[in-house]
């Protein structure tokens, strides 16, 4: 019996976490060069993706810049700068980042006062990951 109340615990949480991810309301549509089309903003995609391949960027069709795969852009974050979320998280109180809460870490993350140096440029990486990957979201709801 508790084998079976176990396992269903751990169904129901991975049920949540999989009904926790937000919808993609501005997907990746075309490419993000600088002065062409539409395209707004000056972000310099090669910086992103010398960092990580996951970190490619394009743009929506607003011209916004945004991750071309923002979930897989989103678990590169969290596996590779995990550092800088975890000062962001100790410095201002936060609950674990998630996909509910990452205004406050975009907020935050330039911010940071304390940690090392490299755990403060992470949390400075943080907030510029956030502020690109928002664009893919609605976040006026």
Known sequence: MKKILILLSIFLMLLV????????DNPYTQEYVVGQGNIVGEVDVEYFIKLDERFAIGAAKN????????????????EKYAAGIAVIKREFLLSKLSYKNYQDYKTYGWQVTIGTEEEKEQAKFVSKFLDIYENSFNTEN
Do not use: D, R, S
């Open 63 to 78: 011209g916004m810049a945004v991750f071309k795969n923002p979930f897989e852009a989103y678990q590169a974050l969290i």
């Open 17 to 24: 976490m999989v009904g926790c991810k937000p919808t993609i």
